[in-house]
Nanobody, 128 residues
Framework: QVQLVEAGGGLVQAGGSVRLFCVVS????????MGWFRQAPGKEREFVAA????????AYDDSVKGRFTISRDNAKNTVFLQMDYLKREDTAVYFC?????????????????????WGQGTQVTVSS
């Protein structure tokens, strides 16, 4: 059973930074493409960023491009989301997700329904 556990969220002032991380267990981490999504109150879950198995391909939503950075450490079964220059509109619950991609080493995935496993989420609140 693959499990994902996120951590690193909290309360941060606008303009500040926070680093989220997600530890994956129960599977071979390097077989999975990874993604981060977020869900604000009253809104649908949306794509934030994605990274390939090889960590050579990346994708970002336009709203976070240039401010957020996704990375992974396959030796530690962990994916990270570095969030800089935070804005109030970044306030949301952030989820990591895993997509089994045994053949496509450089594939990245944006659609929510592409992903096989999800974490429970971590809250990020940005204050003015």
């Amino acid at each position: 059973q693959v499990q994902l556990v996120e951590a690193g969220g909290g309360l941060v002032q606008a303009g500040g930074s926070v680093r989220l991380f997600c530890v994956v267990s129960g599977g071979t981490f390097s077989d999975y493409a990874m993604g981060w999504f977020r869900q604000a109150p009253g809104k649908e879950r949306e794509f934030v960023a994605a990274i390939s198995r090889s960590a050579t391909k990346f994708a970002y939503d336009d709203s976070v491009k240039g401010r957020f950075t996704i990375s992974r450490d396959n030796a530690k079964n962990t994916v990270f989301l570095q969030m800089d220059y935070l804005k109030r509109e970044d306030t949301a619950v952030y989820f990591c997700a895993a997509k089994l991609s045994p053949i496509m080493v450089t594939a990245i995935y944006r659609p929510i329904n592409s992903y096989d496993y999800w974490g429970q989420g971590t809250q990020v609140t940005v204050s003015s």
